[in-house]
């Protein structure tokens, strides 16, 4: 039975699972799919079959199973074949008994998308990579199953692929034997996981073993990628990381690596960061750097690898039952990874990058009209998808660190480790936590968890200081911990003088430090040890002394502190962007930590872009690029300031020109790049899209770089290059392309968009906007959730009001929720946007 792309729209909702869940008790799930076709790209789907075991409650003699594929071809149920019921998303069982044994065999789609089995052809090659991605709900775009976290099993994977490649799922290989067009290999059981962190990989993909021992335990470990990328994996970083990790957490969560053997594969076309599937841990190839890389990059992929391992217990081992709890698994990996990364001897200003990038996540979302409680309501998959988020994640991260504070480390993971013996290989709730957590520290976490988990939006902590004292301000009160760094000048430098420790509670706090002369004191930075999630404002005395000496501070921690507090003051439209862009020109130069200079300069380029009034955008930009280029060739050679500035070149050159010919000259040879500059192809690629985009780069410039860099990576910026072109009939092609052409990867969609916004020129694309808002309703309901986000994010008119989007708003009252938020949230950028360069033109 086959049935149309239409039917695989349907939603499954939290009451119908967790009835299902009531009457149906999972035991075993066995795949077997065959992928030896997978080479022919002319073909799009293949074989799968599952055969489910299960019991099933009185009164509970019909069931669904989730599949959405291309076909089914026979429902058996125990041993009876059954007329096929399928919708194109739910395949009816009917006449169940108390024990069940139900076969689905039909066939699945090859994925584009990056949801499902995605596949990818290697253009430097031919050769051709499949992997699965599945969280929260695309398992059942493989094989059919119940799609729920808390319905468990133990899997059995069979796949078939051709000869030669690679197969890999959560279990080990038990057996190998040959078969017609090639290989057929089995995977040990699985103990008990969910269905969205079950995992198939297959292709030629290049391997580095290792193995990693404590005590009696061993775990054979793989670190995979691509063949034509195995050159640049540095396989041995990442296992010593890996290694480290281990180390930490068997010990920490007393409780020994659950999952035999532990291999980490780095794919193409990759939707997320990572992904937590248990004894196959998916990486996205940006972790594979094929140029120059920064600290800060090794310090991000570090902190990934050990995010993901925390899962292998908070999401893996212990599993929410619905995702309303999906911050039981995401904040506490979040926290972990960072927490790991320092514990571990491996990154040990890791907080600093957290305080700075991940907090920063968390601000602006806890800011959005869409914003949510860390415990969030989850009534669908469609509003699970879209709470993958910076509350989830970072905010809930920001919390456990004050957590951890609040009941001490100790009593954390102690409480930890008596959450995995008592939930192990099953699934929880909050109560269940807390339960745990309580017993541990034996403090009533109930205060705690209403005040962070089911509250949302975020306090503001400012300091009022007189002759006599000081006064810690707060807005939408809430309990901190909080530290005041005072820091006076000497000379040119600001030092830390003081540390005031203070519990924050009311509106207004009053700080009892007698022995201070406030009159002395220069900057005063609330939370300088980042120890509580909270937006800091600086008063006028301390903002003067930053704009003086905020490189000079020592401390990194309390320079991330600093940078997010003016960044967070030019979003709000306190400091204008002009004085912020002085404050970076001036200090982002001497910043020795690579994240925040990084941070600083992307804040720039944005704050150009989007915050700048209309009027002195172009004067701002030309300044900062000189800034940049000064910077570039003033950095120590071959260090990661040289290449962050060199990046910064590159962003800001796509808005302006007047370093093109310069840029031109480095690229074609006639000049020579600044001493130590790795020149890779990525950095090439990042230098002459900014030229296409200002008119300064052809299409045989772009064919010719192309020449010398054929890869993947290569061909999506190409791709780019061309779009940019600021020509309205480029951008008018590319309009459509990423609308109408369902030929392009997930991938291949954001390098037309990019083409299409490349330099900010509205002048080029305004003449859409109308297009906009007609499609993208029916392309919500026609592509996938990914390929829909991704075009309604990414085409989104950044017009000079937001009239045309109240108005899609109000005559869409019934459109999906999901993609309301989705234009909520853009339309929230809009207006912040509109309003911080309305602020400055006053």
Not at 26 to 54: G, I, K, N, W, Y
Not at 594 to 612: I, K, N, P, Q, S
Not at 701 to 714: C, I, K, M, R, V
Request: glycine share 6%.
């Amino acid at each position: 039975m086959h049935v149309s792309d239409s039917a695989r729209t349907a939603v499954l909702r939290r009451d119908e699972t967790a009835d299902r869940a009531a009457g149906i008790r999972l035991h075993s799930v066995s795949v077997d799919v065959d992928l030896r076709s997978a080479r022919d790209l002319e073909e799009p789907t293949f074989p799968t079959s599952a055969t489910l075991t299960f019991d099933a409650a009185a009164g509970h003699d019909a069931t669904w199973i989730d599949f959405i594929g291309h076909s089914i071809d026979e429902v058996v149920v125990n041993g009876v074949p059954q007329a096929v019921d399928w919708d194109g998303a739910r395949v009816r069982v009917r006449g169940l008994e108390p024990r069940n044994v139900v076969t689905v065999r039909g066939r699945a789609l090859f994925s584009r998308s990056g949801e499902g089995l995605h596949r990818f052809a290697d253009p430097v090659d031919g050769e051709v990579y499949l992997y699965t991605q599945y969280e929260p709900a695309d398992c059942r775009r493989v094989y059919p199953c119940f799609e729920q976290p808390d319905m468990k099993a133990r899997w059995s994977f069979t796949v078939a692929a051709p000869a030669g490649w690679t197969v890999l799922s959560n279990g080990a290989e038990v057996a190998r034997e040959a078969v017609a067009d090639g290989i057929r290999v089995s995977f040990a059981e699985t103990l008990p996981i969910s269905s969205y962190i079950t995992a198939v990989a297959a292709g030629p993909y290049h391997r580095v073993d290792g193995s990693w021992s404590s005590g009696d335990a061993r775990v054979d470990l793989g670190v995979l990628c691509r063949a034509s990328l195995a050159p640049h994996l540095d396989a041995d970083e990442i296992l010593d990381v890996t290694r480290r990790g281990l180390d930490y957490f068997t010990e920490a969560f007393a409780q020994p690596y659950p999952w035999g053997k532990y291999d980490q594969i780095f794919v193409p076309e990759y939707n997320l960061g990572a992904m937590e599937n248990p004894g196959l841990v998916t990486f996205t190839e940006a972790y594979v750097f094929r140029g120059a890389s920064t600290a800060a990059q090794h310090e991000g992929r570090a902190n990934t690898i050990l995010h993901e391992m925390a899962h292998m217990w908070f999401g893996d081992l212990t599993t929410m039952k619905w995702w309303d709890d999906l911050w039981l698994k995401e904040s506490f990996a979040d926290f972990m990874g960072s927490h790991a990364n320092v514990a571990t001897g491996a990154h040990p200003d890791a907080w600093v990058s957290f305080a700075s990038r991940r907090k920063g996540w968390a601000y602006e979302q806890d800011q959005l009209p869409t914003t949510h409680p860390i415990v969030a309501d989850i009534p669908d998959l469609e509003a699970a998808k879209l709470n993958f988020d910076g509350i989830t994640y970072a905010k809930g991260a920001s919390v456990l660190k004050q957590l951890v504070a609040f009941v001490g480390e100790d009593a954390f993971f102690r409480g930890a480790q008596g959450y995995f013996a008592d939930y192990a290989f099953g699934s929880t709730t909050l109560p269940d936590l807390l339960t745990a957590l309580e017993s541990a520290s034996g403090r009533d976490l109930e205060p705690w968890s209403d005040a962070w988990l089911r509250t949302t939006g975020l306090s503001e902590l400012r300091v009022e200081r007189a002759a006599t004292g000081a006064t810690v301000v707060q807005t939408s009160p809430r309990p901190h911990r909080i530290t005041i760094g005072l820091y006076r000048a000497d000379g040119a430098r600001l030092v830390r003088q003081d540390g005031i420790d203070l519990d924050v509670v009311d509106a207004r706090t009053a700080v009892d430090a007698p022995g201070i002369d406030w009159a002395a004191v220069d900057l005063i930075v609330p939370n300088d040890d980042d120890s509580t999630y909270a937006k800091v404002r600086l008063d006028a005395r301390s903002l003067d002394a930053v704009e003086a000496g905020l490189s000079t501070i020592d401390d990194a921690l309390a320079r991330s502190v600093v940078w997010a507090a003016l960044w967070n003051a030019v979003r709000d439209a306190e400091l204008p962007v002009a004085r912020y862009l002085g404050i970076v020109a001036r200090h982002a130069p001497a910043e020795t930590n690579a994240a925040l200079l990084a941070d600083a300069t992307a804040h720039a380029r944005f704050a150009l872009g989007r915050y700048a009034p209309d009027d002195a955008r172009d004067a701002l930009a030309s300044a900062w690029l000189s800034t940049a280029w000064e910077a570039l060739h003033a950095a120590a050679p071959s260090s990661d300031a040289q290449l962050a500035w060199a990046r910064a070149v590159g962003a800001v050159a796509s808005i302006c020109a007047d370093r093109a010919v310069e840029l031109r000259g480095i690229l074609e040879g006639i000049t020579d790049a600044p001493d130590g500059l790795a020149l890779d192809h990525d950095l090439r690629w990042l230098w002459l899209i900014a030229l296409s985009a200002t008119g300064h780069a052809s299409i045989a410039d772009a064919d010719a770089e192309l020449a010398t860099d054929p890869t993947a990576s290569g061909r999506l910026a190409y791709r780019t290059a061309l779009a940019a072109r600021p020509e309205a009939d480029v951008r008018a092609d590319a309009w459509r392309a990423a609308w109408a052409d369902e030929s392009l990867s997930n991938d291949e969609l954001d390098a037309t968009i990019a083409g299409v916004r490349a330099g900010g020129r509205r002048d080029l694309i305004s003449a859409f906007d109308a297009d906009y808002f007609a499609r993208i309703r029916p392309t919500w309901s026609a592509r996938s959730i990914e390929i829909a986000r991704r075009l309604v994010r990414g085409l989104f008119p950044a017009g000079e009001s937001t009239d045309a989007v109240d108005q899609w708003l109000s005559g869409n009252a019934d459109a999906p929720p999901a993609l309301r938020r989705i234009v909520i949230e853009l339309r929230d950028g809009l207006a912040r946007d509109l309003r911080v360069r309305g602020a400055q033109a006053t």
